[in-house]
């Protein structure tokens, strides 16, 4: 059998196990649970579907959340993601939301068996036992963590799974520096990796990969000193190591260039330690053994047997090539999760670049349980070879570990309380590791170790992962039930039609793009921090003036200004109250007079009651702009809006006396403005105002004007990685040309 036939069988039986561990989700009879999964990516995939449905291939902007929010510069959107584009692009004629859920959740079981699949291949290349990198690919893609949060945190996983088949191209790359292909992977998987749409993981991952070269390239170094060859020279795998990351960078610079622009703006440019440094309790550890005991997932368990195989490899450091590093890895990794309740992430914090950018240390857990699953996968390898003593000594010493780990739970965690299960489950799972452990030790028991007891233990680790992990996102809705609107929902729905929207957290904060409703929040972690702002203890009726909220969804049967009460909607513990404003608030407006003003004496005189927001609008201090004040109409002018596409809006203006135009939209870099002229189109300077909203200076005279968000940064970035596609298709074309000459 080929080299490539046999990785595609292997492929299918990693897909057949993801199928299975998924079944009930892929034949449509349950679902993920409510959480980001349903209330964030699949609001982010039903928008970009629209935008593909409507021919707009790069959606720019959504107006849906946030009063407007650049969607494809908010990473975790991944309108570059290759597999997810493909999947969509196949998916594409389904329109209905049961549906789009549906082909996330396969997509998630895809990722998994992919995860599974390129562990496999790295493990093979290192221990060259098929064996031992299947176990090592099933423990990884069936842990704790990677089945845990996330599927629902759909970015995480679509970033996590390319991590061991960029450390098996490298492997390539440098066991054949000078075949370009290998390197090209290299940056064509990391940047697949960015792509997917999680940055922390992507530093978690790329930190490992510039170890993992370092590595490599310290071991051809010496490898090649003690042979004394100078075929490969140091300099050219430096240069191919530089080649890579700067084709890695061209390949993401599409969406590297308007996240970077973006986030600049956003909530996460400035952050305390004390936001980012949280993560687990060092208590977690013993999910390492027993899952589920203190929490609902277990990122840390990788089964007992695959936990077991890993210590078992420590035996091997010295032998077993690059293990040591997996070792390091697991650690440092394991150590790092902790957060501030350990030592070292304080110091990664004041250190390394990126790590003072995150939350949620706690997601450091993803390189331990990757980097146990490969050292699970040099201890299978090492089995054939150990002497039926050690096996036995080895058996002895997990009934210990797992008798004595019980007992110590048991008393101090468990029977004072501080447990997650009751003590009647509690001593299931003691029963069940236990039973577990003991079928491990029957197999290394016996005399001599063949192939077929090493399949057991595989079998073994697989059913130790089904048990702890098979239900841990299993909601009992069918996709069909799970995306019926609630009534909420569709009484917004209905009223809105075009209207902008205050939700008080009645409903989830991304509904907005599934009803094509305006929303003024939503729920991605990187938003706008001057418009988070006017959400900071800012009065409620001058946040609505200024974002032209017209309905709101609220607990508050009474609002603090006049409000027609439409719908009501008793829950389990309070009731939700639809109203429509009595006096409409506009979406743009025309104001005589400019105040410059900081950003924070903005903010206080947004708040001002006293300050009139027709009449005058805040520029900042760096803002070149010559405003002569006009006598207002006797009439007050018409302005018109019509949202042409969701990056663009026509303004008709009449009766106009010209003025400084603002609008309740979010600025950004990239808006841009012009009139429509029967001729030529004039552009129009586009400024920031009212801290964070859009104002246009707009000649005297019933105007047309059209709004284009577009950012620059976009274009560069297009720019870049179409050029680096550009010359690698030349490169690959001239390569293969003089192959056939």
């Known amino acids: ?170 492997v390539r790359a440098f066991d054949e520096p000078l075949r370009w292909r290998w390197w090209l992977g290299v940056s064509a998987a990391w940047a697949t990796a960015f792509l997917a749409g999680h940055p922390q993981t992507f530093l978690h991952l790329s930190y490992t990969v510039v170890g993992w070269m370092g590595m490599l390239l310290w071991q051809s170094f010496l490898t090649q000193r003690h042979r004394q060859q100078t075929t490969i020279r140091p300099s050219l795998l430096a240069t191919r190591i530089l080649a890579t990351c700067l084709l890695t960078f061209a390949f993401s610079a599409a969406q590297l260039l308007p996240s970077l622009e973006f986030t600049r703006q956003s909530v996460r ?213 799970k995306t019926r609107l609630a009534p909420e929902v569709a009484a917004v729905q209905a009223l809105a039609d075009g209207a902008r929207v205050y939700n008080e957290y009645r409903v989830y904060e991304d509904y907005g793009m599934s009803i094509a409703a305006e929303d003024v929040w939503g729920s991605s972690p990187l938003r706008l921090a001057r418009y988070a702002a006017l959400f900071d203890n800012f009065p ?12 709101v969804l609220t607990w508050r049967r009474e609002l603090p200004i006049p409000s027609d009460l439409i719908a009501e909607f008793p829950q389990a513990t309070d009731t939700t109250f639809l109203h429509r404003l009595v006096a409409a608030n506009p979406r743009a407006w025309l ?21 009139d927001l027709n009449k005058t609008a805040l520029l900042p201090p760096d803002t070149a702009l010559s405003f002569d004040a006009n006598t207002p109409p006797s ?25 400084l135009l603002v609008l309740s939209e979010n600025w950004l870099p990239g808006w841009r403005a012009h009139t429509l002229l029967p001729t030529r189109h004039s552009p129009l300077p586009v400024f920031r105002a009212n801290l964070t909203q859009i104002a246009i200076p707009v000649p005297a005279g019933d105007l047309s004007l059209e709004l284009v968000y577009w950012p620059d940064s976009l274009n560069w970035g297009l720019a870049i990685t179409g050029s680096a596609l550009f010359v690698v298709c030349l490169g690959f074309l001239y390569r293969r040309r003089q192959t056939r000459g």
């Not at 599974?116 to 990198?133: D, P, S, Y």
């Not at 007079?593 to 004496?601: L, S």
Request: proline share 5%; aromatic share 14%; net charge positive.
């Open 269 to 481: 440019a400035s952050v305390d330690y004390a936001y980012v440094s949280g993560g687990f309790p060092v208590q977690d550890i013993w999910q390492m053994l027993f899952p589920g005991v203190l929490t609902q997932f277990s990122p840390l368990f990788i089964g007992i047997p695959g936990l077991f195989l890993a210590l078992l490899s420590l035996g091997r450091v010295k032998s077993a090539r690059h293990s040591l590093f997996f070792v390091l890895l697991s650690f440092l990794a394991l150590l790092l999760s902790f957060g501030n309740n350990g030592f070292l992430y304080s110091i990664f914090y004041r250190l390394a670049p990126g790590w003072d950018l995150f939350r949620g240390q706690e997601r450091a857990a993803f390189l331990v349980a990757f980097g146990l699953s490969v050292l699970a996968g040099y201890g299978m390898a090492g089995l054939p070879e150990m002497r039926t003593n050690t096996r036995k000594l080895a058996g002895a010493v997990l009934i210990a570990l797992i008798s004595g780990g019980l007992f110590l739970f048991g008393f101090v965690w468990q029977w004072e309380g501080r447990g997650a299960l009751p003590n009647k489950e509690f001593l299931r799972v003691a029963l069940l590791s236990g039973l577990i452990g003991l079928a491990v030790v029957w197999l290394l028991w016996q005399k001599k170790w063949e192939t077929r007891h090493g399949w057991a233990l595989a079998a073994l680790g697989v059913a130790s992962l089904l048990w702890a992990n098979g239900g841990t996102n299993v909601d009992s809705a069918d996709p069909a039930h």
């Open 540 to 551: 409620l009726d001058r946040m609505w003036r200024l974002l032209g909220v017209e309905t």
């Open 1 to 170: 059998m080929t080299s490539r036939k046999q990785a595609v069988r292997v492929l299918g039986v990693y897909l057949l196990l993801a199928g299975l561990f998924y079944a009930p989700s892929l034949l449509g009879l349950r679902t993920f649970p409510d959480g980001d999964f349903t209330h964030h990516f699949l609001p982010f995939s039903l928008f970009q579907q629209s935008e593909w449905l409507a021919a707009r291939w790069l959606p720019v902007w959504n107006p849906y959340t946030y009063a407007g929010h650049p969607f494809l510069a908010d990473i975790q959107a991944a309108v570059f993601y290759p597999l997810g584009n493909l999947l969509l692009l196949l998916t594409l004629p389904f329109t209905s939301p049961g549906a789009r859920l549906y082909f996330l959740q396969a997509e998630a079981a895809l990722h998994i068996a992919l995860a599974g699949f390129f562990t496999h291949l790295l493990v093979q290349r290192l221990t060259g036992k098929r064996q031992a990198a299947f176990i090592a690919g099933l423990l990884f893609a069936l842990s704790g963590y990677l089945t845990g949060y996330p599927p629902l945190q759909t970015a995480i996983l679509r970033t996590a799974i390319w991590l061991p088949l960029i450390l098996w191209l490298l």
């Open 635 to 659: 009439q007050p002018p018409t302005i018109r809006l019509d949202r042409a596409a969701p990056n663009r809006v026509h303004i008709i203006l009449a009766n106009n006396p010209g003025g």
């Open 591 to 611: 104001v005589q007079n400019v105040q410059i003003a900081d950003d924070a004496a903005a903010l206080a005189l947004l708040a001002d009651h006293n300050f």
